[in-house]
């Protein structure tokens, strides 16, 4: 396993961020990280976790996940004193740690611990002197933490989904396109032919899928939210029919989707968030698209994860589906 270092640069600022790591034979050897998936151990005593602290950070990890169904936080967030934290075992496994060390002789900076005690593991220790410098540092950063976060999660599933990897769809995946994502037995492949595959997963209250869909590149039209809209229709339309006659899966489109331009193993990418309907039906959900190219530019690649969850929460199914969706990785790299 590898190292992953982030230095979190301030400009025209007194503040740094010092990123710690360890080597990787040590990573081999910690125990899995824990916590529920999305979740954030903030460490602070109840004397800085109050007022406009706890506003902040409530504020700030409790914004709305785009584009799913109902409101739902991009992160949950459980406070322990530091007191509890430095007593017990328990409690420093945990995947997404913030640590608040206020003390008049500290340095204001935030110190950044990779897998110091588990794997995969993201810690943020924040050095300040009062709780308005605390605020100061968590509002300029959140969004650097955040991504970070959400990586470590992207990470964990695909951890998991590894170590129970449906070994006949990562092959016929290979065989088909040449490239191909990890998912868990949990998951069947419905259908694959020469430019689409259908894997899924149904359980009792809900269902995720993956759609992936292929076709030759021949211009950077493909890239334009319109186009991969049109497309993700067509592909939907064409290949999930709905439990009755006529009925089929769409886009919905009177919510408008959100895209933007991403990385995705190391190529260019465009993420688009949105929600899907069933057509001549009532069913509906969550979904999230990655458009990009294959390393030699012949192939134009969409891989869209889908949820379908009427009566759980959504969040953490999508971050499953678009867990899979990253773990791609090709056969000439």
């Known amino acids: 396993m590898r190292n992953i270092k982030v230095i979190l640069s301030l400009l025209a600022s007194i503040f740094i961020i010092t990123s710690c790591s360890l080597n990787s034979t040590d990573e081999i050897q910690k125990p899995s990280s824990a916590g529920k998936t999305l979740e954030v151990l903030l460490v602070a005593n109840e004397n800085v976790y109050k007022g406009s602290v706890k506003e902040l950070t409530d504020s700030l990890f409790g914004q709305p996940q785009v584009n799913l169904n109902q409101p739902e936080p991009i992160f949950d967030v459980l406070n322990i004193s530091v007191g509890l934290f430095n007593n017990s075992d328990l409690y420093n ?43 100061t540092l ?39 396109f040449g490239f191909w994502i990890t998912v868990s037995n949990e998951f ?19 269902s995720i899928g993956i759609l992936i869909h292929t076709q030759p590149y021949r211009d950077s039209i493909v890239f334009k939210e319109k186009y991969i809209l049109n497309q993700l229709d067509t592909t939907m339309k064409n290949h999930i029919p709905g439990p009755l006659e006529g009925t089929y899966m769409a886009v919905e489109r009177r919510i408008e989707p959100v895209s933007e331009k991403i990385t995705l193993d190391g190529r260019y990418c465009i993420e688009t968030r949105g929600l899907w309907r069933l057509i001549g039906d009532f069913m509906g959900g969550p979904f999230v698209n990655y458009s ?7 192939q134009f690649i969409m891989l869209t994860g889908y949820v379908y969850s009427p009566r759980k929460p959504k969040r953490d199914f999508v971050m499953q589906a678009e867990s899979v969706c990253r773990s791609i990785k090709f056969l000439k790299q």
């Open 138 to 176: 968590l509002r300029k950063h959140f969004p650097q933490i955040r991504d970070d976060f959400y990586e470590y999660e992207r990470l964990r599933v695909n951890n998991a989904f590894k170590s129970l990897e449906n070994i006949n769809i990562t092959k016929a995946l290979k065989q088909k």
């Open 292 to 298: 990009f190219t294959s390393p030699d530019n012949q």
């Open 188 to 206: 069947q492949l419905s259908v694959i032919d020469d430019n689409f595959a259908w894997i899924r997963k149904e359980a009792k209250d809900y």
């Open 93 to 135: 496994k945990h995947r997404n740690i913030i640590i608040v060390d206020v003390n008049s002789k500290n340095d204001n900076k935030i110190y950044t611990y990779r897998d110091k005690w588990a794997y995969p593991q993201t810690i943020f220790q924040f050095s300040v002197t009062n709780v308005d410098e605390f605020k």
